[in-house]
């Protein structure tokens, strides 16, 4: 039986080695991929297709991992995403444009699994420290 650890390292792995068959590989064919915005991706062509979109807007972005909660069927882990932003990001409202500006952000995934594959992703992200850190909306005040 392939543990929770194994699964994850292989997505990471496959996602910053920008290897697609590989991360596909490692989802199963009827996958769930949930990110902010209300937007759900249903099986591995559409997940494969926003993945290929983020490869593109940062290209040079790499993924670590930050606290995780494992168990046989699921996991709970933190993901820090690292890079610039320079080509276009597709988002609800339309393509954005590069910024050139570099990101550091923090996201948790919600992970189920299935016969040592990822069945369903949820990710959950503060899409205002995004937008902030791309240079397209004011940083918060310190309250001073």
Do not use: C
């Not at 994850?8 to 064919?29: F, H, K, M, S, W």
């Not at 919600?110 to 850190?133: K, N, P, W």
């Amino acid at each position: 039986m392939t543990s929770a650890k194994e699964i994850l390292e292989r997505n990471i792995t496959a996602v910053n080695g920008r290897d697609l068959d590989g991360y596909l590989a490692n989802q199963q064919p009827d996958v769930e991929f949930v990110i902010p915005g209300g937007i759900t991706f249903r099986g591995r062509e559409q997940v494969g297709q926003y993945i290929q979109t983020m490869w593109a807007a940062f290209p040079d972005a790499t993924l670590t991992f930050g606290q995780q909660i494992l168990s046989d069927d699921g996991a709970a882990t933190e993901v820090v995403l690292r890079g610039t932003h320079t080509g276009t990001l597709a988002t609800p409202n339309g393509p954005l444009p590069p910024t050139g500006r570099r990101v550091n952000v923090q996201s948790v995934s919600i992970l189920r699994f299935e016969d040592g594959r990822i069945a369903s992703e949820h990710v959950y992200m503060d899409q205002l420290e995004l937008m902030t850190q791309l240079g397209l909306a004011p940083a918060p005040s310190s309250g001073d």
